[in-house]
């Protein structure tokens, strides 16, 4: 099997973000991390190939900074790692997203699996996901909190969903992408030799000339972020010897008011 990860860097949960005077999210001088949901991605991946055989390949999207999860990646044991990028992307969709990563799937050729985390930590959207899929014309099954049976040999696999109402089993033929939930498995810890391995990697880099896609032209720009107006108001304690005195001035007070 021929397992894809699809990964980027985002900053540690735990770091302070702010919005800078013009405009730009910043967050201090917290580190970047690989985006936690799709730790769980790669362990899944490296699970299924360890048990049918085959090999991991990581890509990121963006600039030179996602090299930092593509390592993560390789010291948790995935074989390769792409990152692609193009100066010529920069302010691209989500679309434009899934139309450049489809691509680089289709060019490895011998994709069985894409996998994705749940979504992107920073920016909390899953769409390019979904749109992925379609660009591929693959199976998309979202929301795996389980792998239930996997036959590549069959070309099929079954899942468990978690929806909002339970769990859902679906199935579908190969090739696939999915994305994965949190609680699917633990992911391990990288290695020394895998730290090492990761840091002497030399990340290779496809841009448009390499991928030969177009990316599709955004339909909104973003400008800039912007802190929310503060809100200011005054609170009052209503003083009375019982509850009831208690509602009966709130009420009096919220018609005076016109509020009811």
Known sequence: MHI???????????????IAADGRVTWGDSPLVMNPWDE????????RTKEHGGTVTVIAVGPEEHDEALKHAIAMGAK?????????????DSLGYAAVFAAAVQKLGDVDMVLFGKEAADEATDQFIFQTAR???????????????????GGT??????????????????PVVMNVLKGINEPRYPSFMGIRKATKAQIPVWDAAELGED????????IAYR??????????IIEAESVEE??????ERLMAEKVV
């Open 4 to 18: 894809v990860v699809g990964t980027r860097s985002t900053p540690d949960t735990a770091a302070k973000l702010d």
């Open 40 to 47: 769980y991605a790669v362990e899944e991946a490296l699970i």
């Open 80 to 92: 390769s790692a792409i990152r692609l990028w193009d100066d010529a992307w920069e302010g691209m």
């Open 135 to 153: 660009k591929l014309g693959w199976t998309l099954l979202g929301y795996v909190a389980s792998i239930e049976e996997l036959d590549p040999d």
């Open 157 to 174: 696999v079954k899942v468990a969903q978690m929806l909002e109402e339970g769990r859902q089993i679906a199935s579908g033929p190969l």
């Open 215 to 222: 990316v599709p032209a955004p339909k909104t720009r973003l």
């Open 227 to 236: 802190h929310l107006p503060v809100r200011e108001g005054e609170c009052e």
């Open 246 to 251: 208690q509602a009966r001035i709130l009420v």
